[in-house]
């Protein structure tokens, strides 16, 4: 496996380490072999090499498998300036479904307990122009008074991203989807996706598919989650739903990410570079260690890699027994300890399992 390391920006240089560390205590505890690529990209890229995404980081992706990438701080670049963007990475590698668990602990604060939902959100299509064209927007202006929106659906956007949900759930106990749109009001566009998700789902025989309104699992996640497994939705209904389900669990602090796509996959986690405590030592690792640890299991699931998969469940197990002990968990989550002594209690647990 080759894997890439993009540290990111602010408490990306702190969470980063930690997650490779926990990797490279799962790989070694496996007997998986990684050959792992320190790669700039964010400020640090273009401290080197003049953007935020060096030619030399975007043609050494082509040939991972995957990569682990911190948060960006892209709020805080200078703007109109093309040099300081997002790194556009979904685009570039075709990542197009961001795969996000909210699962809740139960020693840890959280509106409901019980939850362990794994959304699966379409991340090339919809009304995010940074994400569906290469020239223009699909919005403008023609005066004052009127704005014009553009929404994109494609069959082969919608087949895709369900079955990327439909693996996901065969994987899991429940094996259920449960994909969410809105087609009696938009009937081609939501229609669309719906169509391909009702095909996909004939494919899956032993999982169990369901539809819902976007209005109506909103309402019903709030009230009772734990009814729901798979969760496959577009693009900004996703963007909304997976924040809801971080807020279910606790936050962004427990809201890892995958951006995965037909090759390769990017480890990343939902919540920003949070520069208000970079280098206090006090960020929580905790969602970019399980990023990594999703990173391990789609690698194994997509290669057929048993030591791959090995690794991603010796994490697992490390991650729940360090919050169930809640000796070394970082002040958001309870506790006193620091990130890097997190990242110590997960990793030797990892090599203690």
Avoid at 237 to 249: H, M, Q, Y
Avoid at 325 to 337: I, M, Q, R, W, Y
Wanted: a neutral charge.
């Amino acid at each position: 496996m080759k894997i890439g390391i993009l540290l990111g920006d602010d408490i990306g240089l702190e969470v980063v380490p930690e997650c490779v560390k926990v990797m490279k205590a799962a790989a070694s505890r496996s007997g998986l072999t990684i050959d792992w690529r320190p790669l700039p990209v964010g400020k640090r890229g273009h401290e080197e090499h003049g953007d935020t995404l060096p030619a030399v980081t975007e043609k050494a992706l082509h040939d991972l498998n995957g990569w682990v990438c911190g948060p960006i701080g892209h709020a805080t670049y200078p703007r109109n300036d093309p040099t300081w963007v997002m790194p556009p990475i979904r685009k570039k590698y075709e990542l197009f479904a961001a795969i996000r668990p909210s699962l809740s602990h139960s020693n840890l604060k959280s509106v409901h307990k019980n939850v362990d939902i794994v959304f699966v959100r379409e991340l090339t299509e919809g009304m995010l122009y940074s994400e569906t064209v290469i020239a223009g927007a699909p919005e403008f202006r023609p005066n004052n008074d009127i704005t014009v929106a553009m929404r994109v659906i494609t069959r082969k956007g919608s087949n895709r991203v369900a079955r990327e949900a439909f693996e996901i759930a065969r994987t899991r106990g429940r094996k259920k989807v449960t994909a969410a749109h809105k087609e009696p009001v938009y009937r081609l566009a939501c229609g669309m996706f719906a169509e391909e998700c009702r095909k996909v789902a004939r494919e899956f025989p032993d999982v169990t598919f369901e539809e819902s309104m976007i209005d109506t699992i909103s309402m019903k996640l709030v009230m009772a989650p734990q009814q729901y497994d798979v969760v496959v939705t577009t693009n900004q209904f996703g963007d909304i739903l997976t924040d809801i389900g971080a807020g279910l669990v606790g936050g962004l602090g427990l809201a890892p990410g995958l951006c995965v796509g037909e090759r390769q996959a990017m480890a990343q986690a939902t919540h920003g570079s949070a520069p208000d405590i970079a280098g206090q030592n006090a960020a929580n690792p905790y969602a970019m260690i399980m990023s990594g640890q999703m990173l391990l299991q789609w690698l194994g699931r997509k290669h057929g890699e048993p030591k791959a998969i090995a690794a991603a469940e010796y994490i697992r197990t490390a991650v729940v027994k360090v919050i169930a002990e809640a000796k070394c968990l970082t002040k958001d989550l309870g506790g006193n300890s620091g990130t890097t002594q997190m990242g110590d209690a997960i990793a030797a647990a990892v090599s203690a399992a």
